[in-house]
């Protein structure tokens, strides 16, 4: 069992930064690949990054390719999810999620999601 629970949330202004961190609980934390979601309102839920279990590998969507960049820290059993260059189409509610098969970008292949943490993004 994972629970993940995720900070950082916030309202930042159009081109503005926010980190996002994902602190879960549990001894396997190095086994789950991890990653982010997001949902706006109206909207699908969308995949947004994703981290290999070791860290080596990563994958993002391409909306957020050289504004995002996730990473993990296994020793903390932490991910973060570090966002540049906002923009007001990043306004969604941001999950984190764990899952023991591969990196994916797909929301059923994740075993677990945190609560998720509002951002929101002014122009």
């Known amino acids: 069992q994972v629970q993940l629970v995720e900070s950082g949330g916030g309202l930042v202004q159009a081109g503005g930064s926010l980190r996002l961190s994902c602190a879960a609980s549990?001894?396997?934390?190095?086994?789950?690949?991890m990653g982010w979601f997001r949902q706006a309102p109206v909207k699908e839920r969308e995949f947004v990054a994703a981290?290999?279990?070791?860290?080596?590998?990563?994958t993002y969507t391409d909306s957020v390719k050289g504004r995002f960049t996730i990473s993990r820290n296994n020793a903390k059993n932490t991910v973060d999810l570090q966002m540049s260059s906002l923009k007001p189409e990043d306004t969604a509610v941001y999950y984190c999620v764990a899952g023991l098969q591969r990196m994916s970008t797909i929301d059923v292949e994740y075993d677990y999601w945190g609560q998720g943490t509002q951002v929101t993004v002014s122009s």
């Open positions: 549990g001894r396997t934390f190095s086994s789950y690949a």
């Open positions: 981290i290999s279990w070791n860290g080596r590998n990563t």
